[in-house]
């Protein structure tokens, strides 16, 4: 009986949709693709998408994330209206960039804004996975530079999510402009003594590891985030041998150095607050 | 055009048995009328090289590399190594010395033209180290004010476990933001493939050209195809929609200028691309150097500051 309830199992973690009030119906449990356990939608849910036997933490909405992290009521939505063009004459890029905005009801793979943190206020930028890998186009560029130079001329910190398959190959050369853009943009905020905190969640690579993910004054990931530059399987083919279990997992990044600390979801906002409280400059 | 390259290498193979007989006035005047229709064709196969035919010259293995440029282009150039934290990485040459009057710091990504000298330069592709050692050069640079002239030639940036280990992601960021605001002139050129966030790592510049035959893209085009199209095989074709030329990319205002190369590409006359290239690498530090450093991080600033395309609704 409880069996047909069960949806069968799906390979990928991150192809399994959030508990969306729209998706409920098409399935009320979900297969735990690390441990293979159903879990009630509704409990992930209140779980902040940590599956609740084996801790494996699936891909968060900007939705969700900005309710995890932020005071209710504070946000503000920045550039929401920003929709990416087509420069190459990409065939179909069109249609695909409908069929997610649909899918995610969202514009493109990240949204920014103005929010408080235990009533201290900053900008924040969210990549979404869901909506094409969170690959890097023109917009993704734009929304965070516009995001980041909003944070500059009103001297807020920033905070940026990374979720990222790397570039948006349909955009081309406009799409690795972007790491540049994005760069020189946290340069400048840089410049004015502001405070940048990055935090890497499951998947980050490629053009957004090579640009703003990895240039933050802080970085945190989530327990267990793929990071890095080039992915797994490209890394495989060219070396031709298997990588070793945990390769580029934010436990082997701490290990190496390359982030300053590991924050599990029911303490993110606690530390965010803490690390920008520790920020705060005096008033003079 | 397969024809027209049949006939150039008739031609050419004529015009080398000519050169070895007596070089009596006839032969002199025959040899140097064959040049001229050879040069002819070969404008004339320029103007019909495809993007794929692009991918093919920038690859070959006889093109001019970097170090073939310092050499013929820089005096008094003096190497200098390391990271100061893990070792030498050689795809990546630099150092110091003199263009045209200008004392100024080389980076340059540097393929070789054998296989031996390939796999020592790792065919150009840099691991971090290789970006920290180009950082710290610029800075060295900023320091000294001495305008820097970044000469990429990479497929990409290196894909390994100790490239991932000591993070390359991090290298290629912290050089993007560092280029960006860095307080002396820099200029960056492609001078054969330009891969990536690997060429873009030293490509953050006030001037930005790219040699006649050369490409600029945000992955191969075997990389691309096998990507959207879970078919490297599609790579002539990816090409073809990437826009990966020095026309397209100067379209676009990616680029600012094509230096020439002579006809069929620069390994056909090393010297006269080496010659061609110095002369706008010249002209540019005498125009950059007249500007004021702030209005020069400014205008740097706003040149990256207005990539992209997009509708506001």
């Known amino acids: 009986m409880l069996n047909n309830l069960i949806k069968k199992s799906k390979k990928y973690a991150t192809t399994v949709p959030l508990p969306k009030k729209t998706n409920i119906p098409e399935g009320m449990y979900i297969q735990c693709p690390s441990c293979k356990k159903s879990i009630y939608k509704v409990d992930l849910k209140t779980q902040l998408g940590v599956c609740p036997t084996c801790s494996h933490y699936y891909p968060l909405s900007p939705k969700a994330r900005i309710a995890m992290i932020t005071d209710k009521g504070t946000f503000t939505e920045l550039d929401k209206q920003l929709i990416s063009a087509n420069p190459l004459d990409f065939k179909d890029y069109d249609k695909k960039l409908e069929g997610y905005m649909s899918k995610t009801d969202q514009n493109e793979a990240v949204i920014t804004g103005v929010a408080e943190i235990v009533g201290q206020k900053t900008v924040i930028g969210i990549m979404d996975s869901r909506f094409m890998m969170g690959s ?45 853009k994005t760069s020189a943009a946290l340069a400048r ?35 267990g985030a793929l990071v890095g530059f080039a992915g797994p399987r490209v890394i495989e083919q060219t070396i031709k041998q298997k990588l070793p279990e945990g390769f580029q997992r934010a436990e082997f990044l701490l290990e190496h150095g390359m982030i300053d600390a590991i924050v599990k979801r029911e303490e993110m906002k606690e530390n965010l607050a803490r690390l920008l409280k520790l920020h705060q400059k005096e008033e003079k | 055009m397969e024809n027209i390259r049949e006939r150039i ?37 320029g103007t019909l090289y495809d993007p794929w035919d692009k991918v093919k010259i920038a690859r070959k293995i006889e093109r001019p590399r970097a170090q073939f440029y310092i050499d013929s282009i820089v005096t008094d150039f003096i190497e200098l190594h390391g990271d100061r934290a893990f070792r030498d990485d050689k795809a990546i040459i630099g150092g110091i010395g003199q263009i045209g009057g200008h004392t100024v710091t080389i980076i340059a990504q540097n393929k070789g033209n054998t296989a ?36 990429i030639d990479t497929p990409g940036a290196y894909c390994g476990i100790g490239a991932e280990e000591r993070g390359q992601g991090e290298a290629i960021a912290r050089n993007l933001m560092e280029m960006a605001r860095l307080r002396v002139p820099v200029i960056s050129g492609i001078i054969g493939e330009g891969g990536s966030g690997g060429a873009l790592a030293l490509g953050v510049a006030d001037k930005v050209f790219m040699q006649e035959n050369t490409t600029y893209s945000i992955l191969s085009p075997e990389g691309f195809a096998s990507i959207l199209w879970k078919d490297s095989n599609r790579a002539k074709e990816a090409a073809g929609i990437m ?51 702030d209005k020069l991080v400014e205008e740097r600033y706003e040149r990256f500051r207005k990539y992209g395309e997009f509708y506001e609704a």
């Open chain 2, 243 to 293: 826009k990966i030329t020095a026309r397209d990319l100067l379209e676009y205002g990616i680029i600012d200028d094509i230096v020439e190369e002579p006809v069929g590409g620069a390994h056909k006359d090393a010297a006269q691309a080496a010659c061609t290239l110095k002369e706008y690498i010249v002209s540019m530090l005498d125009e950059l150097s007249k500007k004021d450093c």
């Open chain 1, 136 to 180: 890097m186009g023109s917009v993704v560029g734009e929304k965070l530079t516009r995001a980041i130079e909003y944070a500059t001329q009103h001297k807020l910190p920033i905070i940026i999510f990374t979720a990222s398959g790397g570039a948006r190959m349909q955009e081309g050369i406009f799409s690795l402009m972007q790491m540049a």
């Open chain 2, 116 to 151: 031996k000298e390939n796999i020592d330069r790792n065919f150009g592709m840099p691991h971090p180290e290789g970006y920290r050692k180009a950082l710290r050069l610029m800075k060295q640079a900023e320091k000294f004010n001495r305008p820097v002239v970044c000469l």
């Open chain 2, 9 to 45: 290498d008739a031609l050419s193979e004529a015009i080398n048995q000519l050169s070895q007989l007596e070089q009596t006035p006839e032969i002199a005047s025959e040899v140097t009328r064959l040049k001229a229709v050879v040069y002819k064709l070969e404008k004339k196969a």
């Open chain 1, 189 to 223: 905020h840089d410049d004015n003594g502001l405070l940048y905190i990055s935090i890497l969640t499951d998947p980050t690579t490629g053009g957004v590891t090579a640009s703003f993910a990895m240039l933050g004054d802080i970085i945190l990931a989530e327990p």
